[in-house]
Antibody, heavy 118, light 111 residues
Framework: EVQLVESGGGLVQPGGSLRLSCAAS????????MNWVRQAPGKGLEWVAH????????YYVDSLKGRFTISRDNAKNSLYLHMNSLRAEDTAVYYC???????????WGQGTLVTVSS | QPVVTQSSSASASLGSSVKLTCTLD???????IAWHQQPPGKAPRYLMK???????SKGSGVPDRFSGSSSGTDRYLTISNLQFEDEADYYC?????????FGGGTKLTVL
């Protein structure tokens, strides 16, 4: 069974940093592109970033370039999102999601809540 | 990059059928999309991949009541024999090599 379990969310002050993790199991992690998607309270889904199988390519939504970094450790079956210079508008549930061969998303984690507030 | 548009809300009666629409911009009319379901307070769930030809492939465990179809720039999700547990937000998604795009979502109410 495919499982994606996010962790690392919490309350952080504006300007602070946080690292989210996603533990993957039930599939060969190193053979899939992976994503982070976020959802602000009461809002829709927003794609944040994705990374290729070996971590050598990554892409971001334009509005976040330079502040967030996606990475992975295939030996640990883990995906990460490093978030810097956090703002109130980054408050959201952050989901880890898998990209299948056809290119969309076919599995989602349960999400981790990040709250940016003083 | 592609743009996908959805109506903000829809409603239908228990036991009836509903057809939700996702519209691609004209420059990306042939693109494949995915449909996702998000019940209130829960994580999204992948429902299906849907091609411009109307061919679709559902995710694991998705009931037969869910089907897809296409016409031009429109991609449809039809839910038959509506159940109360179908009340959720439904998102369509498309992608290019370096980006993924979500529609704004349709909130489905089962009356």
């Amino acid at each position: 069974e495919v499982q994606l379990v996010e962790s690392g969310g919490g309350l952080v002050q504006p300007g602070g940093s946080l690292r989210l993790s996603c533990a993957a199991s039930g599939f060969t992690f190193s053979t899939y592109w992976m994503n982070w998607v976020r959802q602000a309270p009461g809002k829709g889904l927003e794609w944040v970033a994705h990374i290729n199988r070996d971590g050598s390519e990554n892409y971001y939504v334009d509005s976040l370039k330079g502040r967030f970094t996606i990475s992975r450790d295939n030996a640990k079956n883990s995906l990460y999102l490093h978030m810097n210079s956090l703002r109130a508008e980054d408050t959201a549930v952050y989901y880890c999601a898998r990209t299948p061969a056809f290119g969309g998303i076919d599995y989602w984690g349960q999400g981790t809540l990040v709250t940016v507030s003083s | 990059q592609p743009v996908v548009t959805q109506s903000s809300s829809a409603s239908a009666s228990l036991g009836s059928s509903v057809k939700l629409t996702c519209t691609l911009d004209s420059g990306h009319s042939s693109y494949i999309i995915a449909w996702h379901q998000q019940p209130p307070g829960k994580a999204p769930r992948y429902l299906m991949k849907l091609e411009g030809s109307g061919s679709y492939s559902k995710g694991s465990g998705v009931p037969d009541r869910f089907s897809g179809s296409s016409s031009g720039t429109d991609r449809y999700l039809t839910i038959s024999n509506l159940q109360f547990e179908d009340e959720a937000d439904y998102y369509c998604q498309t992608w290019e090599s370096n980006t993924r795009v979500f529609g704004g979502g349709t909130k489905l109410t089962v009356l």
